[in-house]
């Protein structure tokens, strides 16, 4: 499913015209200007998988940041807007198909990582629920209690309880389970499946980071089925072999200059990966 269409950025001789304009001289930097016109980049054209490859600074997360601010996309980690990001967006167009959808969304690794943060103090936070619990059970459970009023209702029940269950199943009764422990790359798929939905356009910046090779397969299975059958868009920024490998994905090459479209077994990460292992290949014997 194609959502959006094509996005076109300013050139360098726009950009030229926007600082002529200017009398805001007291800026070091103009980001997100000077950014794109290093790579001759005007117009990129998607498909249902699009994917932005190079190096670090190669500007593919501020395409992708652009791209967002531009369709109002929705995002859950802040990110530096510098004051010149919506003079910038005035001078982008995007061509979209109908109506962006609604739940439309970046991902960035600063969500990724915020979730697993999240996960891991919301354990935290029950674990210390718990050892309390087990001193509660305990002194409930051998307490000469003796109810005097209503007001002592509560404490009533948690002495039977205390008496009648073990001390595992009186914790249980009282607090909610552990939010499961996964590892890092488990929480990551976990939230990648969580704000990935049906029928909706999803920017993905890195979204190989904190996952292992396994993981990463298991990943791009997830967004191979969901573009294939349920009518989603990927726009992708990454270096990982396994991604660039997305069945029918359209590649921009952003080491190039200008920008071009290649296959990703000619994507020179991934022919340093190949030439590795060719030359180990006998060690795979």
Same mark, same amino acid.
């Given at each position: 499913m194609i959502y959006l269409e094509g996005f076109s950025f300013p050139d360098a001789d726009v950009e030229n015209d926007f600082f002529l304009a200017q009398r805001r001289t007291c800026y070091d930097s103009f980001y997100p200007f000077q950014i794109i016109p290093r790579h001759h980049l005007s117009q990129l054209v998607f498909e249902p998988v699009t994917i932005l490859y190079g190096g670090n600074g190669t500007g593919k997360s501020t395409v992708l940041n652009v791209i967002a601010e531009k369709l109002g996309l929705e #995002?859950? =980690? #802040?990110?530096? #807007?510098?004051?010149?990001? %919506?003079?910038?967006? #005035?001078? +982008?167009?995007?061509q979209v198909c109908g109506e962006i959808p609604k739940g439309s969304r970046i991902i960035t690794s600063d969500d990724v990582f915020d979730y697993m943060q999240n996960v891991r103090a919301l354990n935290e936070g029950l674990d210390l629920r718990r050892e309390d619990l087990f001193q509660e059970y305990l002194d409930a459970k051998y307490s000469h209690f003796q109810m005097k009023s209503m007001k002592d209702y509560d404490q009533l029940k948690k002495v039977i309880q205390s008496r009648r269950l073990t001390q595992s199943r009186f914790v249980r009764s009282e607090m909610m389970d552990n939010v499961r422990e996964y590892s890092n790359g488990e929480n990551a798929l976990a939230y990648f499946a969580e704000r990935i939905g049906e029928n909706g356009l999803y920017l993905?910046?890195? /979204?190989?980071? !904190? $996952? !292992?090779?396994?993981? %990463? %397969?298991?990943? @791009?299975?997830? $967004?191979?089925? !969901?573009?294939?059958?349920? &009518? +989603? %868009?990927? @726009?992708? !920024?990454?270096? =990982? /072999?396994? @991604?660039?490998?997305?069945? &029918?994905?359209?590649?921009?090459?952003m080491d190039e200059d200008p920008v071009d479209i290649k296959r990703w077994s000619q994507l020179e990460s991934v022919r340093a990966y190949y030439d590795f292992f060719k030359k180990h290949e006998n060690e795979f014997v």
């Open positions: #995002r859950d =980690s #802040r990110f530096n #807007r510098s004051n010149f990001y %919506q003079d910038y967006l #005035r001078l +982008c167009t995007e993905l910046d890195e /979204p190989e980071n !904190s $996952l !292992s090779v396994t993981r %990463q %397969q298991e990943l @791009v299975s997830f $967004l191979e089925d !969901s573009a294939r059958f349920f &009518g +989603c %868009q990927f @726009v992708i !920024s990454t270096h =990982s /072999p396994f @991604v660039l490998a997305l069945k &029918g994905a359209r590649i921009y090459d």
